[in-house]
């Protein structure tokens, strides 16, 4: 059967059971978007490119499934590299479409040309130049193969012109065709059986163990073997930020968030122990602070399907490259074994007493509003949460509010969190929480955002009033870009640079409405709870609260950049005690 290479690129990726595709049409994808009617996809036209690859982030991270993208060439395409980046950064499996000039054009500095394999080639797992209509099967294939097999990630696939208009006898890749046309691509699943049982022994031996899961443990659909190792052992469990939601927060052994925001329990867990059993984690500098003083006394069993992060900031006592979900489900197992076979577990007693010592006298906090002060940030998050359904998934941007809401929101089951953690893209929130909610339209989601970050892609909220996508934004307005703040009031002497927003422009009520959106202001702390109900109770279109907030509200913990997690900057209220974290 003759069809046109753009025929062959909506029927490969309905192959590939696609269900949306985020875009914008151009002049060279323009073919594909022909056959697009008679197609079975959904496509959601974007009104910026870069928040078609946000989209495409938000629905891969609630689904499991590869987000897909699809925009022209030149700067079409070069405004994708930022979500490309950020997928890439936090192993996001997603797959984008450029269009690109005709064949005999490229080289030439022809109209909206551009190297786009060059210019992505460090911002995507695998990218490709397709040259002929009858290469596009595949091409399609292997591009959906490897954004969602190993350590997922984005992959692109260029696709001049000339290619999509021409002619091409259909056919399918078989797996088989797919994997011998990859001769260098074979991720590695299983962990060795000697590393896995090393591990066992180690474990059993600790007597202060930390179970340190990263976002692995989620890419992995791992949870529940998670969940299992640490209820065997009776093993605390920390979460970084890409990992919230992979371990309940109401389980007696969640200690929540480590790093540089996260809670001091976490963060003086890792440093005091003798064993760090990681999981789908990679020593984000984040987590580790100044790497040379990072929990000095622990051995490291360190699980991740990536070889390439074996030793990279720290050196494994126990590597094992393979998928996480195997990997633990065996190392089970193993324990398991041992244990039966009559080898005990190290007394941890003392180590658990030491660890509730910290969480009685170092639970996160902040200073509740007097009446007539300004509202806390921290307070509408809380508000949002308690009054938030079951399964509420949770997209933030990148500043004060992310850390806020990672730290705040309890998160209970698996994928309900959305973020930009590596890249930290300002801009990320709204887009992204459009995305999660075509994912999963059966759940409410809320986009917390600063005024900052939200007046980076607030555009996209018209596409989400057009295609009737009802997600809520949370604005946690201080008229500051309150990350840089917060850093130029605790080390550049209070001499504040560029960071004072405007608090009086936007108008972000008429902003929101303008766009086709509900728009509410909330000024003091008795507005909040109305306000979220209202926005609750609204599911026919997206609805917009302006929280105008507390400039000088400062995120605590901190440990600031490059220094030692020792150094811990705790809230002005737990100073006096700070000497039971040594």
Same mark, same amino acid.
């Given at each position: 059967?003759?069809?046109?290479?753009?025929?062959?690129?909506?029927?490969?990726?309905?192959?590939?059971?696609?269900?949306?595709?985020?875009?914008?049409?151009?002049?060279?994808?323009?073919?594909?978007?022909?056959?697009?009617?008679?197609?079975?996809?959904?496509?959601?036209?974007?009104?910026?490119?870069?928040?078609?690859?946000?989209?495409?982030?938000?629905?891969?991270?609630?689904?499991?499934?590869?987000?897909?993208?699809?925009?022209?060439?030149?700067?079409?395409?070069?405004?994708?590299?930022?979500?490309?980046?950020?997928?890439?950064?936090?192993?996001?499996?997603?797959?984008?479409?450029?269009?690109?000039?005709?064949?005999?054009?490229?080289?030439?500095?022809?109209?909206?040309?551009?190297?786009?394999?060059?210019?992505?080639?460090?911002?995507?797992?695998?990218?490709?130049?397709? *040259?002929?209509?009858? !290469? %596009?099967?595949?091409?399609?294939?292997?591009? &959906?193969?490897?954004?969602? +097999? /190993?350590?997922?990630?984005?992959?692109?696939?260029?696709?001049?012109?000339?290619?999509?208009?021409?002619?091409?006898?259909?056919?399918?890749?078989?797996?088989?065709?797919?994997?011998?046309?990859?001769?260098?691509?074979?991720?590695?699943?299983?962990?060795?059986?000697?590393?896995?049982?090393?591990?066992?022994?180690?474990?059993?031996?600790?007597?202060?163990?930390?179970?340190?899961?990263?976002?692995?443990?989620?890419?992995?659909?791992?949870?529940?073997?998670?969940?299992?190792?640490?209820?065997?052992?009776?093993?605390?469990?920390?979460?970084?930020?890409?990992?919230?939601?992979?371990?309940?927060?109401?389980?007696?052994?969640?200690?929540?968030?480590?790093?540089?925001?996260?809670?001091?329990?976490?963060?003086?867990? *890792?440093?005091?122990? !003798? %064993?760090?059993?990681?999981?789908?984690?990679? &020593?984000?500098?984040?987590? +580790? /602070?100044?790497?040379?003083?990072?929990?000095?006394?622990?051995?490291?069993?360190?699980?991740?399907?990536?070889?390439?992060?074996?030793?990279?900031?720290?050196?494994?006592?126990?590597?094992?490259?393979?998928?996480?979900?195997?990997?633990?489900?065996?190392?089970?197992?193993?324990?398991?074994?041992?244990?039966?076979?009559?080898?005990?577990?190290?007394?941890?007693?003392?180590?658990?007493?030491?660890?509730?010592?910290?969480?009685?006298?170092?639970?996160?906090?902040?200073?509740?509003?007097?009446?007539?002060?300004?509202?806390?940030?921290?307070?509408?998050?809380?508000?949002?949460?308690?009054?938030?359904?079951?399964?509420?998934?949770?997209?933030?941007?990148?500043?004060?509010?992310?850390?806020?809401?990672?730290?705040?929101?309890?998160?209970?089951?698996?994928?309900?969190?959305?973020?930009?953690?590596?890249?930290?893209?300002?801009?990320?929130?709204?887009?992204?929480?459009?995305?999660?909610?075509?994912?999963?339209?059966?759940?409410?989601?809320?986009?917390?955002?600063?005024?900052?970050?939200?007046?980076?892609?607030?555009?996209?909220?018209?596409?989400?009033?057009?295609?009737?996508?009802?997600?809520?934004?949370?604005?946690?307005?201080?008229?500051?870009?309150?990350?840089?703040?917060?850093?130029?009031?605790?080390?550049?002497?209070?001499?504040?640079?560029?960071?004072?927003?405007?608090?009086?422009?936007?108008?972000?009520?008429?902003?929101?409405?303008?766009?086709?959106?509900?728009?509410?202001?909330?000024?003091?702390?008795?507005?909040?709870?109305?306000?979220?109900?209202?926005?609750?109770?609204?599911?026919?279109?997206?609805?917009?609260?302006?929280?105008?907030?507390?400039?000088?509200?400062?995120?605590?913990?901190?440990?600031?950049?490059?220094?030692?997690?020792?150094?811990?900057?705790?809230?002005?209220?737990?100073?006096?005690?700070?000497?039971?974290?040594?």
């Amino acid at each position: 059967m003759k069809i046109t290479g753009a025929q062959a690129l909506i029927k490969a990726l309905e192959m590939e059971q696609t269900e949306v595709i985020f875009g914008l049409p151009g002049g060279c994808i323009l073919p594909a978007y022909d056959p697009l009617l008679d197609s079975s996809i959904r496509h959601i036209l974007v009104r910026h490119e870069q928040g078609a690859g946000h989209m495409a982030e938000g629905y891969a991270h609630v689904t499991g499934r590869p987000g897909v993208a699809m925009v022209t060439s030149g700067p079409a395409a070069t405004n994708m590299v930022t979500p490309l980046m950020d997928a890439f950064m936090d192993s996001i499996p997603m797959v984008c479409i450029t269009g690109q000039v005709p064949t005999t054009a490229i080289g030439t500095d022809a109209f909206q040309e551009c190297d786009t394999v060059g210019i992505t080639r460090s911002a995507t797992k695998h990218n490709e130049l397709v *040259m002929t209509a009858q !290469d %596009l099967p595949l091409a399609i294939r292997q591009a &959906f193969h490897i954004a969602t +097999t /190993g350590r997922p990630g984005p992959t692109l696939v260029d696709v001049p012109k000339d290619v999509l208009q021409n002619t091409m006898e259909w056919y399918w890749p078989t797996d088989a065709e797919v994997a011998d046309s990859l001769p260098g691509y074979r991720p590695n699943v299983k962990g060795h059986p000697k590393m896995i049982k090393e591990a066992a022994r180690l474990i059993l031996s600790s007597e202060r163990p930390i179970i340190y899961a990263g976002g692995g443990i989620l890419k992995a659909r791992a949870a529940e073997a998670l969940r299992e190792l640490a209820e065997l052992l009776d093993i605390h469990v920390v979460t970084t930020l890409m990992a919230r939601g992979a371990f309940p927060d109401s389980h007696p052994l969640c200690l929540g968030m480590p790093g540089m925001h996260g809670n001091a329990t976490a963060i003086t867990a *890792m440093q005091k122990s !003798d %064993l760090l059993i990681t999981l789908g984690a990679r &020593f984000d500098d984040r987590i +580790t /602070g100044k790497v040379s003083t990072f929990a000095p006394e622990a051995k490291v069993i360190h699980v991740d399907i990536d070889p390439a992060e074996q030793g990279k900031v720290r050196r494994p006592d126990v590597p094992i490259v393979g998928d996480a979900k195997y990997v633990i489900e065996e190392i089970v197992k193993a324990v398991k074994d041992l244990l039966a076979g009559g080898l005990t577990q190290a007394d941890t007693g003392a180590w658990k007493s030491r660890i509730s010592g910290w969480r009685e006298q170092f639970p996160l906090t902040y200073e509740a509003s007097e009446p007539g002060e300004a509202l806390k940030p921290q307070y509408c998050l809380e508000q949002i949460r308690d009054a938030a359904p079951e399964g509420t998934i949770l997209v933030a941007g990148v500043g004060q509010h992310q850390m806020w809401s990672s730290q705040y929101w309890h998160f209970e089951q698996p994928y309900t969190w959305v973020n930009s953690g590596g890249l930290g893209t300002m801009g990320f929130s709204v887009p992204a929480a459009i995305g999660a909610k075509v994912g999963r339209p059966d759940r409410t989601v809320w986009a917390i955002d600063g005024d900052g970050c939200f007046q980076m892609t607030a555009q996209e909220l018209v596409t989400a009033a057009v295609e009737r996508i009802p997600v809520k934004v949370g604005i946690l307005n201080n008229s500051y870009l309150g990350m840089v703040r917060q850093w130029q009031e605790m080390f550049y002497d209070e001499r504040y640079s560029e960071v004072y927003l405007s608090p009086e422009y936007p108008d972000f009520v008429k902003w929101a409405e303008a766009m086709g959106c509900v728009g509410i202001r909330v000024d003091s702390p008795e507005e909040v709870q109305p306000a979220i109900e209202k926005a609750n109770s609204i599911d026919d279109r997206p609805v917009v609260v302006d929280f105008r907030v507390d400039a000088r509200e400062k995120v605590f913990p901190m440990v600031p950049a490059g220094q030692s997690n020792d150094d811990v900057i705790l809230p002005a209220s737990q100073n006096d005690r700070r000497s039971a974290l040594r």
